[in-house]
């Protein structure tokens, strides 16, 4: 199991930024695809943005564009830098490890975290 720990959220104006970022536990994150995802009040989890081992990105197409996701191996850290946010990117957000299936389908593997809270609000 990984544990991981998020952070980086807070209150933001339209059209504004934030980095957000994720800290594993554990020596084996090089070989880990991760992945972002966030709940917004009253819907369910989505993935956001998925990231391989070996540095390879997609995206939901409603954050395309606009965020990016990044990973530090040595700090078994992986990163959401979001611009141009929008009241509807309101959430909380998480990160966990993913396994990609090949149907397209990408899917959590660990237990989640506690997330961080992103607010857009002007």
């Known amino acids: 199991q990984v544990q991981l720990v998020e952070s980086g959220g807070g209150l933001v104006q339209p059209g504004g930024s934030l980095w957000l970022s994720c800290a594993a536990s554990g020596s084996a994150f090089s070989i880990y695809a991760m992945g972002w995802y966030r709940q917004a009040p009253g819907k369910q989890r989505e993935l956001v943005a998925a990231?391989?081992?070996?540095?390879?990105?997609t995206y939901t197409d409603s954050v395309s564009g606009r965020f990016t996701i990044s990973r530090d191996n040595a700090k078994s850290t992986v990163y959401l830098h979001m611009n141009s946010l929008k009241p509807e990117d309101t959430a909380v957000y998480y990160c966990?490890?993913?396994?990609?299936?090949?149907?397209?389908?990408?899917?959590?593997?660990?237990?989640w975290g506690q997330g961080t809270q992103v607010t857009v609000s002007s």
């Open positions: 966990n490890t993913v396994n990609y299936y090949s149907d397209g389908d990408v899917e959590p593997r660990d237990n």
């Open positions: 990231i391989t081992s070996g540095g390879t990105t």
